[in-house]
């Protein structure tokens, strides 16, 4: 038994325990069968390590000619509903044509965020097209809040979400 504090602590020092928060990510119209998770886990300091991997997304070629390269953009929640974000290239998805899949690893300080997948010509697109093919608002769930109007999908968690309404069509 002497170790489980030592084994505890260094679990609390690295963030470990804390476990890593999932959020499901759908595709837009352009790529309806998209579908995948971001994952968020404390890093160093106040870092976390953002992990997206999406799954049956079709090549980027796909939605125009001279298209090549899906980027990953991350902005904050802009205060104002109506003021569009600002967003920010993290960079291009590893996309594997083969397996129609994209995975991209980077680390922000950002807790609550928009992450949006673009089709772009090139991997250093100064700005997002309107080719958006995936997007997801994330939100911690003590921070979520009047602007959660259900429409993305809830956080994934072991646990899972309660239900919505009435279990089974029961009252």
Do not use: N
């Not at 928060?21 to 998209?34: C, H, N, P, V």
């Not at 995948?36 to 992990?51: C, F, M, P, S, V």
């Amino acid at each position: 038994m002497p170790r489980l504090p030592h084994a505890l602590a260094l679990c609390l020092a690295l963030g470990a325990c804390g476990g890593a928060a999932r959020y499901a990510i759908t595709g837009t119209a352009r790529a309806e069968l998209a579908q995948g998770t971001i994952q968020l886990e404390a890093a160093e300091g106040d870092l976390r390590l953002l992990t997206l991997i999406v799954d049956q997304l079709e090549g980027p070629e796909d939605h125009g000619e001279g298209l090549g390269h899906y980027v990953v953009w991350l902005a904050p929640l802009p205060e104002d509903e109506e003021q569009a974000p600002s967003f920010t290239r993290l960079g291009a998805l590893e996309y594997d044509a083969e397996g129609k899949s994209g995975r991209f690893s980077d680390t922000t300080r950002l807790r609550t965020f928009v992450l949006r997948i673009t089709a772009e010509a090139s991997a250093d697109a100064a700005a997002p097209s309107d080719l958006v093919v995936a997007e997801r608002i994330v939100r911690p769930a003590a921070s979520r809040g009047a602007r959660d109007d259900g429409s993305r999908p809830p956080a994934i968690s072991p646990v899972g979400a309660p239900p919505r309404g009435p279990v089974g069509g029961l009252r």
